[in-house]
C-alpha cells in the first residue's frame, strides 16, 4: 500500500467516524433527561413513606424541580409526552401531596 493510500485511508476513516457521531447528540440528550427524571422520581419515591406527611415541603420543592425539568426537556419530549408525564407524576403523588397532584394537573393543562 503507498502512503497516498494510506492517508486516504485514515482520512475516510475519520470522516466516517465524524459523521457517525453527529446523529447521536438527540440519543445523548434522551439519555441525559431519562437520568434526570431518574433521579427525581427516584427521590420522590423515597418521600412517600408512612411519614409522607411530614414530607410535604418536601414533595413541593420536588414538585417544582419536576415541572421545571419538564419544561426544561419540552422540546424533547413533545407536548403529549410533556403532559402525560406530569399527569402521571400528580397521579402517583395524590395519595401522598394532593396540593402537589393540583399543581402538576394544572401545569399539564398549561402546555
Not at 64 to 88: F, K, P, S, W
Request: aromatic share 8%; with cysteine.
Amino acid at each position: 500500500m503507498t502512503l497516498s493510500r494510506i492517508w486516504l485511508l485514515a482520512g475516510l476513516l475519520v470522516a466516517v467516524a465524524v459523521l457517525a457521531g453527529c446523529g447521536d447528540n438527540r440519543s445523548a440528550d434522551r439519555k441525559a433527561m431519562d437520568l434526570k427524571f431518574d433521579r427525581i422520581d427516584y427521590e420522590m419515591t423515597n418521600l412517600e413513606t408512612v411519614t409522607s406527611t411530614y414530607n410535604i415541603q418536601h414533595f413541593e420543592e420536588a414538585t417544582q424541580r419536576y415541572i421545571a425539568l419538564v419544561h426544561q426537556y419540552a422540546d424533547l419530549l413533545g407536548t403529549e409526552e410533556a403532559q402525560r408525564r406530569l399527569n402521571q407524576k400528580g397521579d402517583e403523588l395524590s395519595s401522598f401531596c394532593l396540593p402537589c397532584a393540583g399543581v402538576l394537573a394544572e401545569e399539564a393543562r398549561r402546555l
